[in-house]
């Protein structure tokens, strides 16, 4: 048996070709056979559809085909978040260019764990965090994966910040808040968050107030700029206050809202946000770039000497005394992919205003499914959207057939809507984050639901 192809090296790109075809191929009639949004028949069918195509999943000898066949079956067994029927997530459809950019580092294959191993990607990196840092007024921006790891930085960082007082730094975060704060202070071995109101669906400034005064040690506000469940944002400014007001430290959680900096029409939604410690962004919502693709930005570039970490064959003092960048101190993983390739081609693919008029064509069709809902007698619209997503329910249905017409959807194929649950009621979720979304696409979506309510 000769050896396999390599995907870098000389002969690398034109291994790479003829695979990226029957790839594309597998792709286009994966889709074809799905013929929706999501495939049809619900966990079981799609589970028994991958087993029949997968079979042995590690036969003694190896198949020619295995890359068509499995391509194919994981295409016809996806969710398309670029499909306008697919709406239920903070899940974006890729941009074409980002993930070309991505299959260039995948051939490459560079680690950011040391220069040696990274050394045009560590600089691309340093080049790119310090850019969209200075877009908050931040001093420095570190890649993770995503909302959760930057949330889990900012408390560890704000905990090493002040290190040694006793009982460690206490979190404050609104009910409306991420789910990954609570876990991260539980992994830091925090004390348990204290969790101010959100009637109406924001922090309450008076109930943080009310907090902040009764409590003393180190503090920690985490505020959130653009809300999982309806995409709303805190009153940053009053929060920016009152954590100075407090000696507060303050992160904000802009994962989903960060986006909104790249248009100059909603920019003004996030007034406040420069005043954070730190900032978590991800660009795998409103920057439309392939999993995964977050950012923590710090307005301290001290901070980040909390992760300063020796590994002789990675970063040995006289190496770094040298002149070679250490990069082990700029995350908490290790083997770190350079995920700032596809942020930067897209960044210099479209520049400001081409990501401006993405973010701000995804909010106006959330205002026109909004106008849709809100003028049919048949539907109730929770409130008008602030970024990008509608909560929406059938006018007198029970929160059990709210729920029950959002699973028939998912099972026949037809669309995905998430579901939320505030003011004591269950509402169907609609986060418009495809750029290509239609009114039409919208009209559809709303006749499906009416059609498939229980009455």
Aim: proline share 7%; glycine share 8%; with cysteine.
């Amino acid at each position: 048996m000769s050896t396999p192809p390599l995907a870098s090296g000389p002969q690398g790109p034109d291994a790479l070709r003829p695979l990226l075809d029957t790839v594309l191929d597998a792709l286009r009639e994966g889709g074809e056979a799905r013929g929706g949004p999501l495939p049809a028949g619900g966990p079981a069918a799609v589970a028994r559809r991958l087993r029949d195509a997968v079979g042995d999943v590690l036969p003694r000898q190896g198949t020619q085909n295995a890359l068509r066949t499995l391509v194919r079956a994981l295409a016809e067994g996806a969710a398309d978040p670029a499909h306008p029927l697919c709406a239920a997530h903070l899940h974006c459809p890729p941009l074409a260019v980002a993930t070309a950019a991505d299959l260039a580092t995948s051939a490459l294959n560079p680690s950011l764990d040391s220069w040696d191993q990274a050394p045009a990607a560590s600089e691309l990196e340093a080049l790119v965090t310090r850019a969209l840092a200075s877009e908050v007024d931040a001093a420095d921006a570190l890649v993770t994966t995503g909302g959760t790891e930057s949330n889990q930085l900012a408390l560890l960082l704000a905990r090493e910040a002040h290190h040694g007082a006793h009982g460690g730094v206490r979190l404050v975060h609104g009910a409306n808040a991420h789910h990954s704060l609570h876990r991260a202070a539980w992994l830091l071995g925090l004390p348990d968050p204290v969790v101010v109101p959100a009637p109406a669906g924001t922090m309450d400034p008076a109930a943080l107030d009310e907090a902040l005064t009764k409590l003393c040690g180190p503090l920690i506000v985490a505020a959130t700029a653009g809300t999982t469940d309806a995409g709303l944002i805190d009153p940053l400014p009053e929060i920016a206050d009152l954590c100075a007001t407090h000696g507060a430290r303050l992160h904000i959680d802009a994962a989903y809202g960060g986006g909104l900096l790249f248009s100059d029409r909603h920019r003004h939604k996030l007034d406040g946000l420069q005043r954070a410690d730190t900032i978590t962004l991800d660009l795998h919502k409103l920057g439309w770039q392939p999993v995964a693709a977050g950012l923590l930005t710090l307005r301290d570039a001290h901070d980040v000497t909390a992760l300063q970490h020796r590994a002789d064959y990675l970063n040995a003092d006289d190496d770094t005394e040298a002149g070679l960048p250490d990069l082990l101190g700029r995350s908490l993983r290790t083997t770190r992919r350079p995920d700032i390739l596809k942020i930067a081609v897209t960044l210099k693919t479209l520049g400001r205003e081409g990501l401006g008029a993405l973010v701000d064509q995804v909010c106006a069709r959330a205002q026109e499914f909004a106008d849709l809902i809100a003028a049919h007698p048949g539907f109730e619209l929770y409130d008008r959207p602030t970024i990008s997503t509608v909560l929406f329910r059938p006018t007198e249905a029970t929160d059990d057939a709210v729920a029950a017409v959002r699973r028939t959807l998912l099972h026949q194929g037809r669309a995905v809507l998430g579901r939320a649950t505030l003011d004591g009621r269950r509402w169907l979720k609609a986060t418009l984050l495809n750029p290509h979304t239609r009114p039409d696409d919208l009209a559809t979506l709303l006749k499906l639901v009416e059609g498939h309510t229980p009455r």
